[in-house]
């Protein structure tokens, strides 16, 4: 199981806000959406902030994969 940032990143202050509410809806999201909405944070933290989607990604403890 990788390790996953998210619950660090919700409070930090240089993440920005938008990216901040995804990873926390991705945190309360019910186990079978959870996947999902990791993935949309994701997107939505490599298009907000200088990140690589694969940085991105890792962050969230997600596979490789890509942001779009």
Request: include cysteine; charged fraction near 25%.
């Amino acid at each position: 199981m990788a390790l996953s940032m998210a619950p660090l990143l919700i409070h930090n202050d240089a993440v920005p806000a938008r990216a901040r509410e995804a990873l926390q809806a991705a945190q309360l999201a019910a186990p079978e959406q959870k996947n999902a909405a990791l993935e949309d944070a994701a997107r939505i933290l490599h298009r907000e902030t200088s990140l690589d989607c694969s940085e991105a990604r890792d962050l969230l403890g997600l596979p490789p994969g890509n942001c779009r």
